[in-house]
């Protein structure tokens, strides 16, 4: 199993949506053994890998546009349910497995394949991380990953964060490997540009209220307004029906319609790092993008318009230099970045970038070479959390052993197209009760 000069290294992504799927493809290409970074990224290169992807089958399941707007190649790529992930690790030989998902699914997974391998003396690497900024729930998404081979901190302050954890608990943090955030990069920001184009990276679940999200826009629309020889952009995330890893209940596409925006204010799509390439300020309230415009040395916007608080994620940037009003803005403001808390995010806007990914590759290829590889064996067992854990694992259809319970999906071929159209409808309700009804009985229930 071990690459070789002849044998690609084989890896296979696991991703439950279109940011994870983005952060597991391009983990991948980073840290597999062999060729630079950069070559295994262009995508013209043969450079000795071959990325598998598999899309968790559920409400936040990529749709094509999302795919291409992510902009990484797969050799395959396929939709399955977690027995059926299973299977195909059964089925399939792979030197690297990255599951890119929420907590939960990590914790099915690394039980479902510690099942799947016992007794085995080789086996894959398994990789797993986070997204990008933890702001919340620490423990409890660290302790969902753990029993993974190689832990991902996506920063140095992340890093020993996480070893903190793991050793409070009495669980083995020897996993956790510093790395950076897989998706930065560009070309640094060399001055304005004609126009000065000004972008408001908004985020599907920050803020969630219908007020906040309505002042929000209305600020972003009066600032163009005010600033008519301004290019002023709302990127969004996904377009009406569409699904990321949050769930966004009012996007902002329907409230915009009621607005009458200046001709200088559009709705954008697409790639971040094409819409950074003509971006002179990124505004946003905690959203990862702003660490992909720091790492560029793009000026940058932190809103403290609705406070600086933990449910909004902006609590991140205290000690940023980032933080700032609109009013601020409307004025002529321009933030300058604390050197030192840039450098701790992961944001490595010195140049050092390129060797991020070395510690993980090189621990990597290591783990490959060795003669065999313990079993997984995550810190939740059946005994160390018997309330905790079989839930977990059977939302995933998996026993408390980690193996498929009885009747669960797992099809040995395409769906018929009867359950094409029943997956459809069943998406489509679920999306229209998000996005419509939630949102009706919540009010209600304010009343």
Not at 386 to 412: E, Q, V
Request: charge should be neutral; proline fraction near 7%.
């Amino acid at each position: 199993m071990p690459p070789s000069t002849t044998k690609p290294t084989r890896i296979a992504v696991l991703a439950d949506s279109d940011t994870r799927w983005k952060w597991g493809a391009l983990t991948a290409a980073r840290v597999a053994p062999g060729p630079s970074m950069e070559a295994a990224l262009r995508e013209d290169a043969q450079v000795g890998l071959e990325l598998s992807g598999f899309l968790l089958r559920g409400r936040a399941t990529p749709t094509a546009r999302q795919l291409a707007e992510v902009g990484v190649r797969a050799d395959s790529l396929k939709e399955v349910t977690s027995v059926e992930f299973l299977r195909a690790m059964a089925e399939e030989e792979y030197d690297v497995v990255v599951l890119a998902l929420v907590g939960g699914g990590v914790q099915a997974m690394l039980h479902g394949l510690a099942r799947l391998w016992e007794g085995r003396s080789r086996r894959p690497v398994v990789v797993t991380g986070y997204v990008g900024v933890v702001y919340e729930k620490l423990a409890d998404g660290l302790l969902l990953r753990h029993g993974a081979d190689l832990v991902l901190a996506n920063s140095r302050q992340d890093a020993e964060r996480f070893r903190a954890v793991y050793e409070g608990v009495g669980a083995d943090a020897s996993s956790v490997t510093e790395v950076a955030l897989p998706f930065l990069g560009g070309a640094a920001y060399e001055g304005e540009h004609d126009p000065y184009t000004v972008v408001f990276a908004v985020q599907p679940s920050v803020p969630d209220s219908r007020r906040d999200r309505t002042y929000l826009l209305d600020r972003l629309v009066q600032h163009a307004r005010k600033h008519p020889e301004r290019e002023v952009l709302l990127k969004l995330r996904s377009r009406p029906g569409e699904h990321t890893t949050h769930i966004e209940e009012l996007p902002y596409q329907k409230l915009v319609q009621r607005l009458d925006p200046p001709a200088n204010f559009r709705l954008v799509y697409g790639n971040m790092g094409e819409v950074l390439d003509r971006t002179d300020l990124l505004v946003t309230i905690s959203s990862t993008a702003a660490l992909e415009s720091l790492h560029r040395r793009i000026p940058t916007v932190v809103l403290t318009d609705l406070g600086v608080r933990e449910v909004l994620g902006n609590h991140h940037f205290v000690g940023s230099g980032c933080l700032a009003s609109w009013d601020q803005l409307d004025a002529g403001h321009r933030p300058t970045p604390d050197e030192e808390w840039v450098a701790r995010q992961g944001v490595v806007a010195d140049g050092s970038y390129e060797t991020a990914f070395d510690a993980a590759r090189e621990r990597i290829a290591k783990l490959l070479a060795a003669p065999e590889l313990p079993p997984l064996t995550p810190y939740y067992t059946p005994e160390t959390a018997p309330g905790y854990l079989p839930g977990i694992l059977a939302r995933h259809h998996l026993g408390p052993d980690g193996s498929p319970l009885p009747g669960a999906p797992a099809a040995d071929k395409e769906p018929g197209p009867v359950r094409q159209i029943v997956r459809r409808a069943a998406r489509g309700a679920y999306r229209h009760g998000v996005q419509r009804v939630a949102p009706v009985i919540r009010r209600m229930g304010e009343l």
